[in-house]
């Protein structure tokens, strides 16, 4: 029944009241009360007409008076001016109650209880401006007909049923003020509960956590989406126990955040790491932390309740944005370490190469003239001997190029067939004695008697040695020795190459088996080669399933141990990270001893 004037009232608002549902409420009261009003006056006024005849002077301006309710709907619906359509209300009222006491007995006269509604009608605004305004024009009114209409202008309007109609008509209008203004409370506290739902269903269905806290960073009220966060209820956070969840390292920059918002009016943004809770099912180890990206913003509080300025903030976690952004890092820190090592291959490559090309190609034109040069015998021999090993070394180069590439793209092949690891060994001390008597440098071996059959790639496995022996002859001084050890170690052998050289600077056991790279001795003395042999030895220990440990200390020599199955398993896809990029475990004592385990 109420739903088409409800509509009727809802076409009436105003643009302005129409986007806050208490304020509409308001507007629609003061609508239905003056509507009221205006439609009975409309109604009521034939039927008076016929009873008493022609109307007096103050009938036609009562009769008017009961008009400017429609007036003023009409300026309210127009304007929006809520506070200024009350406020010519009640001076239009108070106009119609002087007039009509003046003329029927002052204070004394039936229309004087219609005095207090001039200051009830506003009761419901929620302004107290206009409040005491209509409480001034009530009191105007009042005071207006004490003083001027001492006595009672004429009797036949102190006749009892003007004093009852005077009294009830105030009554029921007052009556009608009260309805409304319940209506208003009632709609203002639906407004709120809908508000306070549309909240709470945001709240709980929203991924981002809202939080409002004091300047303290103590929490006063937090969102249930903090659960899923943190993995604890939402209650569990109350006060300082969220606090207690950031990352230590975090803490003081957090405690800065909240502070800044709650002095600033510019929102404080930070991302810091909050602790979350392992679910019951899961193993509780070492605790979780989550990257969060929190933005503060400070609020004015209740001043009149000794609140001060409190800061609101929301959560979101961003752990995959910073996972995707760690990843992009580490892209662009390969990608440069790509570049350097490209720069480097294409620095040491040229040289490796362009010296023994320059050999072969300088002794080859002597040897073609010959007889201009008037080369003896002895000579020729030597220029041929300087040209093979030129040739040897150039070989050697190009050789381990093409395995490095091989074994990063896996292309290279193991061929795994039994036999037996002591052979081999003499096999490449034989080959390696000679470079060694030339460098001054003794050369030993110690294979166990016991020493069981592998199943591997013997070309690989002589490979691994001759690169071990060969490195640790390089970097060993005139005077020096080198020992190979191969012994059986449970279900596998170790091979341990061992020297008393310059050692490996700290600066550079991060960067073992790196294509391409060097280390620097003590005495900052260059070697030749290409930085290449460890890199094949730990790609071809990683293709049969093995591993390489390398201890190093400055000035005192390198071990490296090499272990392999008794049954090599062949890798036959490795990517290059898988080969050249080992994980390390460090232990340092004292600045100048350093101990690298790499497991290939």
Known sequence: MFAPIRAYLDALLHSSARQDSVIAARHRAFFATRLFVGLTAVAVFPLYLAWRGAPGPLEVFALCWMLTPLLLVWYLSKSGEYERAHLLSACALAILVGLTGAVTGGLASFAAPWIVVIALEASFSASRRLIAATIAVALLTAAGLWFFVPAPASAAFNSGWLSIAGVASAALYGGGIALANSTFVREGHLAKLASEARYKLLARNMSDVIARHGRDGAITFISPAAEQLTGIPASDLLGHRLFDRVHLADRPAFLTAISDAARSSVPVSLEFRLQREWPMNEYRGAPEFVWVEMRSHGIDSDIRAGEVRQVVSVFRDITARKADALAVESARSEAERANDAKSKFLATVS????????????????????????????????????????????????????????????????????????????????????????????????????????NADPRALRQVVINLVSNAIKFTELGGKVDVVARACGNGIELVVSDNGVGIPEADLARLGDPFFQGRSAYDRTYEGTGLGLSVVMGLVKLHGGSVEIESRLRKGTKVLVRLPLDCQPVMKASASQITKFPQRASTAGRDEMKVRKSA
Do not use: W
């Open 351 to 454: 040289h490796e190469l362009r010296t023994p090309l320059n050999a072969i190609i300088g002794f080859s034109e002597m040897l073609a003239r010959e007889d201009e040069m008037k080369l003896d015998a002895a000579r020729r021999q030597d220029y041929a001997r300087l040209i093979r090993d030129s040739g040897e070394h150039l070989l050697a180069v190009v050789n381990g190029i093409l395995d490095m590439s091989r074994i990063e793209a896996g292309h290279f092949e193991i061929v795994t067939e039994p036999f037996a690891v002591k052979p081999l060994i003499e096999s490449c001390r034989k080959m390696m004695s000679l470079r060694a008597e030339q460098a001054g440098i003794q050369l030993f071996t110690d294979i166990a008697a016991d020493l069981p059959e592998i």
